[in-house]
């Protein structure tokens, strides 16, 4: 196929794609084998000298970054990675937004000349790997894999998730430990200060965040506060979407077999008007829609919010860049807030089993030597270097379990989580170990983060392969559907259309050609489940 034909049909996929993850931490308590404790268990290399491959090696890599590191192979924790497998990584500059990120795929594509390595949602990739752009792994694996054959072996759901429609596999995968990833984050102490109680229900969460804005929970006397903040723009409303039986999470979910589209969703209906209530009386962020980074943590130095959305790490973040200047903050989680209608907790708040994946270019001139490298990526030696960093330095070992040492525990000006960032942890396609989350986070998070666990609901499979014909549907259709719609989900939630037009909303979605787009995604969706 053409480059021409192949960019033609890229864009628009974009919008039936996984989210590149944020803050990745985990996601799945059942899949693989955690490897064993011992580094020195790890399949032994080949190499007289103790390294992967026998000679160094150049790998361009497009990837994600992570806005509290930098790209080095001199970094601690990437630096005995690097001279482990021996390769010079040579970072290519991506930005760190999902969609400025996944433009930028599309246009290195299109330059022709394409990195060794590209991480990307799933779906391009396979797409990618069908019209010729990403090397077919089969054979790679088969003969230069034995870790990651062995992973796939024993856990069948990991094959399920990463074959392609045609049976072949176009990207190595990043493979999740726990399920629970975002929660909601509150000020204990606000709440303290008012002798208010956690909230539980959706009016309970009203009454809540209404004495944030009205009785002074800073205690600087001034009207000042912006209740929730987030930094996540629409996904950052879940918590009051959720609870009503719908979510933001995913595009289509599937009730009795069918599959249906979220955004036509009559409960949706109900879900807006409460989200828009919050809106109108500035209990929610007026700036939610275009908050990044920066503003989202401002709001918390600044001590105006109170409330936000976030991966659960995040909240020991928080608490420590908001402690430098008030030491007596306190934050805790909450569970999913129950809905009014009585319905049971509703969250999809959570990690996939493959979260992400990385593409071989078809004219990269090292696919056995990546095949060899990451492959010791899935080995117990190396899981343990991605998931924990350098012995000695990073973590230690007691009792045959992985210990962080107090250099990346006990950084009085960082979480433990953005401290290995900084020391140059990188989400390369490997498989998270559970550990890793027990050994970086405190009890008191820990605890919370499981709190959590049993509300979660399986979520609409993100591993859908298509053919073209129904690419073709895909991009004709969809794309339109999807501006439309998050332009009117925003509309409804700041009020310049009113919720009593809902319904109107609903019929031009259809008229747009949603039945066309739920005829592929049922067709996929069945492949899926034969797979």
């Known amino acids: ?53 026998d000679k160094q090696i150049e790998v361009s890599v ?104 045609d049976g072949n596999i176009y990207f190595f ?44 929970p800073n205690g600087n006397g001034k009207n000042d506060e912006i209740p929730f903040t987030t930094r996540s723009k629409m996904k950052g409303l879940l ?15 599937v009730e009795n077999g069918q599959v249906k589209y979220t955004y036509t969703n009559a409960k949706l209906k109900d879900a807006l008007e409460y989200t ?63 809905g009014p209608t009585g319905i049971a907790p509703f969250t999809k708040s959570q990690q996939n089993l493959i979260k992400n994946g990385f593409g071989i270019s078809s004219k990269s001139k090292f696919k056995t030597e990546i095949a060899k490298v990451q492959d010791w990526f899935y080995s117990p030696e190396g ?4 998931n924990f960093g350098k012995l000695g330095e990073t973590y230690t070992m007691e009792n045959n379990e992985p210990k962080y040492t ?10 433990p989580l953005i401290k290995m960032y900084e020391l140059g942890h990188r989400e390369f396609a490997y498989q998270w170990d559970i550990r890793y989350e027990n050994a970086m986070v ?19 499979p993100v591993a859908l392969s298509f053919k073209q014909q129904e690419r073709d549907v895909l991009n004709s259709k969809f794309t339109e559907i999807t501006t439309y719609k998050d332009e009117m989900m925003n509309k409804f939630i700041i009020g310049s259309e009113p919720i009593s037009k809902f319904d109107d909303y609903v019929k031009q979605i259809d008229k747009m050609g949603i039945d066309a787009v739920l005829k592929v995604q049922q067709a996929s969706y069945d492949r899926y489940l034969k797979r």
């Open 62 to 165: 497009y990837m994600r970054p992570r806005p509290e590191s930098v790209e080095s192979n001199e970094l601690l924790w990437m630096k005995p990675i690097s001279e482990k497998t021996n390769v010079n990584f040579k970072w290519l500059k991506a930005p760190a937004d999902v969609n400025d990120y996944i433009e930028k795929f599309n246009l290195t594509l299109a330059g022709g000349t394409l990195p060794d390595l590209m991480e990307a949602p799933l779906d391009l990739l396979n797409k990618g790997g069908e019209n010729g752009v990403f090397e077919p792994l089969n054979k790679l694996i088969e003969q230069n894999m034995p870790n990651f054959k062995k992973i796939i072996e024993q856990n069948p759901a990991i094959l399920k998730d990463i074959k392609s429609d």
């Open 442 to 460: 405190s009890p008191k998070l820990a605890q919370i983060r499981d709190s959590i666990t049993p509300f979660i609901k399986p979520k609409y």
């Open 239 to 253: 918590p009051f979407i959720e609870p009503f039986g719908v979510s933001f999470e995913e595009d289509f979910y």
């Open 276 to 338: 828009a209530r919050l809106y109108k009386e500035g209990l929610i962020d007026k700036e939610y829609i275009t908050n990044d980074q920066k503003v989202w943590e401002s709001r918390f130095t600044n001590e105006v919010s109170g409330a936000t959305f976030d991966s659960f790490p995040r909240l020991e973040a928080l608490e420590k860049l908001v402690g430098k200047a008030n030491p007596k903050v306190n934050l805790t989680g909450l569970t999913p807030l129950q």
């Open 1 to 53: 196929m053409k480059k021409e034909s192949w960019m033609k049909g890229i864009t628009g996929l974009i919008l039936v794609s996984v989210t590149l993850a944020g803050c990745q931490t985990g996601g799945q308590e059942k899949v693989a084998a955690t490897p064993e404790a011992k580094a020195g268990e790890a399949n032994k290399p080949v190499n007289a000298n103790g390294k992967i491959l």
């Open 383 to 386: 899981q343990l270097a991605m």
């Open 406 to 415: 107090d250099l990346v525990m006990k950084d009085k000006n960082n979480a």
């Open 173 to 216: 995968p990043q493979i999740s430990a726990v399920k629970t990833i975002n929660l909601q984050i509150f000020r204990q102490d606000w709440l303290d200060n008012l002798g208010l109680k956690a909230p539980k229900t959706t009016e309970e969460m009203y009454q809540v965040l209404k004495a944030f804005k009205e009785k002074d």
